[in-house]
C-alpha cells in the first residue's frame, strides 16, 4: 500500500511517500480501506513537535524521544472497512464509517484501528471527504460548548472560527439556539455567515475585546485573545474556553474561576462514539455541514502541510485517497 512515512521530527520536506505492507487486523480491530483523512494544525505541531510546555514531556516519551515510534500521522478518516478481528461485532465488511485515528496511521491507503476508538458508520447525507472532517473538528466544537454549557438565547463569541473546529462549534451552537458572533480574518467572514453566524468580527479591522460587547461565553480556538481581557468582557457568570490552552494561562484560569463569578474552561476533549452518533444526527438532519477549503492527494501531503502552517485555511484540509483499480 502506498502510505506517508513520518521518521523525523521537524518540516514538511521529511515525510516521505512510501510503500508499506498493507496490514493485518488483530482480534479487536478491523481493516479500513481510508478514502479520506485530512490535515490539522495538530498534526503539523506533532509533526514538528511544537507543542505547549505542560505536555511536552509526556508526549515525547510517548511517540518517541529522538524520533518518532509510530511512522504514519493522521488523526482522522473515513472509509470503507474490508476486514474485522474475531473479536469485532459491532462494524462488518463493507460499512461505510469515519473515525478518530489517535494522532496516527490516516496518512495511507489502509489503516488497522482498534474499535476502542471512536468510529460510527458515517453520516447518509455526507461524502468520505466530508465525513473525515468530523472525527477533530465535531468533537472538539461539540466538547467547548458543552463545557462551558451553552443554553439557547444565550451571546457566545468563537475567537479562530474559520478552521475546523470552529466552523463546527459554530453551527452546533445555532442547533442549540444561542446567537453566535464570529472573529476572524476578513477572507472567511463571508463563509462564517453562510454557515450561521449572526454577526462576524474581522480581527484584522476589530479587536473584540474593546468594542464594549459582552458575551455569556467566550470560545478562544486559536488561543490569541487576551486572557484579562475576554475576562472582562464576559457577562456575569460568563465561561472562556481556552481551546488552545498554555501553562500561564491555566495558572490564571484557575485562579479566575476561584476568585470571580467567571470561569475559566481548559479541559481537553475526548472522542467517544456516543458523539459521533450525537453528531451524526445533526448532519443527516440537516443542521451540520463540513467545510472544505482545498483537496490534496496522498502524495501531496506535505504541501497540505505547507498549507495548514500558513495559518490561512477555511475550515479543513482534506486528503484525498485513491486505490486504483482496486489494487492497494
Same mark, same amino acid.
Do not use: R, W
Given at each position: 500500500m502506498k502510505a506517508i512515512v513520518w521518521t523525523k521530527y521537524g518540516s514538511p520536506d521529511l515525510l516521505e511517500y512510501k510503500d508499506l505492507p498493507k496490514p493485518t487486523p488483530k482480534d479487536n480491530?478491523?481493516?479500513?480501506?481510508?478514502?479520506a483523512a485530512t490535515v490539522t494544525a495538530g498534526d503539523c505541531e506533532l509533526r514538528r513537535f511544537d507543542l505547549p510546555t505542560w505536555i511536552w514531556l509526556p508526549v515525547r516519551l510517548y511517540l518517541g524521544v529522538l524520533k518518532p515510534r509510530f511512522?504514519? /500521522?493522521?488523526?482522522? &478518516?473515513?472509509? %470503507?472497512? %474490508?476486514?474485522?478481528?474475531?473479536?469485532?461485532?459491532q462494524f462488518k465488511k463493507g460499512d461505510q464509517i469515519f473515525a478518530e485515528s489517535a494522532f496516527r496511521g490516516a496518512y495511507a491507503q489502509y489503516a488497522c484501528l482498534p474499535?476502542? &476508538?471512536?468510529?460510527?458508520?458515517?453520516?447518509?447525507?455526507?461524502t468520505y471527504d466530508e465525513a473525515?472532517?468530523?472525527?477533530?473538528?465535531?468533537? !472538539?466544537?461539540l466538547h467547548f460548548l458543552r463545557k462551558a454549557n451553552? !443554553?439557547?438565547g444565550e451571546k457566545i463569541l468563537i475567537n479562530g472560527a474559520g478552521g475546523s473546529i470552529?466552523?463546527?462549534?459554530?453551527?452546533?451552537a445555532k442547533s442549540l439556539g444561542a446567537h453566535v458572533?464570529?472573529?476572524?480574518?476578513?477572507?472567511? &467572514?463571508?463563509? /462564517?455567515?453562510?454557515i450561521g453566524a449572526d454577526h462576524v468580527i474581522d480581527y484584522t479591522q476589530e479587536d473584540f475585546t474593546k468594542n464594549r460587547e459582552t458575551y455569556d461565553v467566550i470560545i478562544d480556538v486559536v488561543?490569541?485573545? $487576551?486572557? $484579562?481581557? $475576554?475576562?472582562q468582557s464576559l457577562n456575569k457568570n460568563g465561561r472562556y474556553v481556552l481551546g488552545n490552552p498554555r501553562f500561564w494561562g491555566m495558572m490564571r484560569g484557575k485562579w479566575t474561576s476561584m476568585t470571580t463569578n467567571k470561569k475559566v474552561i481548559f479541559q481537553l476533549a475526548k472522542a467517544s462514539t456516543k458523539d459521533f452518533l450525537y453528531l451524526k444526527e445533526l448532519i443527516e438532519a440537516g443542521q451540520l455541514k463540513s467545510v472544505i477549503d482545498k483537496r490534496y492527494p496522498l502524495a501531496q501531503v506535505p504541501d497540505a502541510h505547507r498549507y495548514v502552517e500558513k495559518g490561512l485555511k477555511s475550515g479543513n484540509v482534506v486528503i484525498t485517497i485513491e486505490h486504483p483499480n482496486g489494487i492497494a
Open positions: 480491530e478491523v481493516l479500513i480501506k481510508i478514502h511512522h504514519i /500521522l493522521g488523526q482522522e &478518516l473515513a472509509g %470503507e472497512i %474490508e476486514a474485522v478481528g474475531k473479536a469485532v461485532a474499535t476502542t &476508538l471512536a468510529m460510527a458508520i458515517k453520516p447518509s447525507n455526507m473525515a472532517t468530523i472525527p477533530t473538528g465535531g468533537i !472538539n466544537g451553552v !443554553n439557547a470552529g466552523t463546527y462549534a459554530t453551527q452546533i458572533t464570529c472573529v476572524d480574518s476578513t477572507k472567511k &467572514l463571508e463563509m /462564517l455567515s453562510a488561543g490569541t485573545s $487576551s486572557f $484579562s481581557q $475576554s475576562i
